[in-house]
């Protein structure tokens, strides 16, 4: 029988994200903290702190180097920011479907890329987890590029999510996403983009009326650890958490992949007006950005990517 010290010699980890805990990101945060208690015979905890509890996005990122906070989900821009190859993924218009996704998230190329986080941070990427598809609402009808000329769009404060929206004469609007669902109720702004299991969790649907299936960002979310584990933990114990890690942001990836997928036909259930468009059309209006001054990533790298089968 374990002695009344024992819970003293157990080792807590924190684990901090922006995103709900209703969503699957959390859901699974919390399975591979189970998992990873069971599977070190309760040496180690995960405490898991959602919805944004440890602070914004680049407060977890500089938690990672401050000691705060040991493992995250970061966005891959925001990665590009301490390693600019990792920003590709979010890119316009990157990816042709799902399946060239999972085709990089498999393939030496984010190795090689994982890689090059590590030797630039110090710290290790764990999983890469599927966000989804990235569509713009609107109260209007949009099936071509011209469709979006000088409409308002919100987007997230970064490089790679103006490019899109100024390549078709919208007005690229960053703005905090706590702020996004007012300003479209009061006509602050026209639209904004998301995937499709956002835009229901967030409620966007009740002041949009149409989602224009643009798909123009196959978005993700890197699964990040610091590199102070590493060093901390015997490496079967770090191994061990890397692959539930990897487990984790599987599951995660397939819980949004289905809840997107069904999504398609929830929607005008509700009343909302789904409309497919011509992708081809809006990413000849990018395409010649992708390896313009916005990109930090090589041609190379890019190549390898568009190889990808």
Do not use: C
């Not at 933990?233 to 539930?244: F, G, H, N, P, W």
């Not at 990413?283 to 010649?288: E, I, K, L, N």
């Amino acid at each position: 029988m374990a002695g009344p010290g024992s819970a003293l010699a157990q080792t807590e980890l924190r684990w901090g994200h922006v995103y709900e805990s209703q969503s699957p990101y959390h859901e699974w945060t919390l399975w591979a903290a189970e998992a990873f208690e069971d599977q070190t015979d309760g040496r180690y905890s995960i405490e898991v702190f959602p919805s944004s509890s440890l602070g914004k996005q680049t407060d977890l990122a500089e938690g990672l180097q401050l000691g705060t906070v040991d493992i995250i989900y970061d966005g891959q821009f925001f990665a590009g920011r301490r390693y600019g190859p990792m920003a590709i993924g979010s890119a316009p218009f990157m990816f042709r479907d799902f399946a060239h996704w999972e085709a990089y998230r498999d393939s030496d190329l984010f190795g090689d890329l994982s890689a090059g986080y590590t030797e630039a941070t110090g710290d290790d990427v764990a999983g890469l987890v599927y966000y989804g598809q990235r569509h713009v609402t609107s109260n209007v009808e949009i099936k071509t590029p011209a469709d979006m000329e000088g409409m308002k769009i919100r987007v997230p404060n970064a490089s790679l999510y103006k490019m899109f929206p100024e390549a078709v004469g919208a007005n690229a609007t960053p703005m905090a996403f706590s702020e996004v669902y007012l300003a479209l109720q009061q006509g602050v702004v026209d639209a904004q983009e998301n995937p499709l299991p956002t835009i229901r969790f967030k409620k966007l649907y009740e002041v949009q009326s149409h989602i224009a299936l643009t798909g123009h960002i196959t978005d993700a979310l890197l699964t990040i650890v610091s590199g102070r584990l590493s060093d901390s933990m015997s490496d079967k114990d770090y191994e061990t958490l890397m692959a539930i890690l990897k487990e984790a942001a599987a599951g995660a990836s397939a819980d949004i992949r289905s809840s997107e997928l069904e999504l398609i036909d929830w929607f005008p259930e509700q009343g909302i007006a789904v409309d497919e468009v011509d992708r081809e059309l809006f990413r000849a209006a990018v395409v010649d950005d992708l390896n313009g001054p916005s990109a930090s990533w090589s041609r190379e790298t890019f190549d390898r990517l568009q190889a990808l089968q």
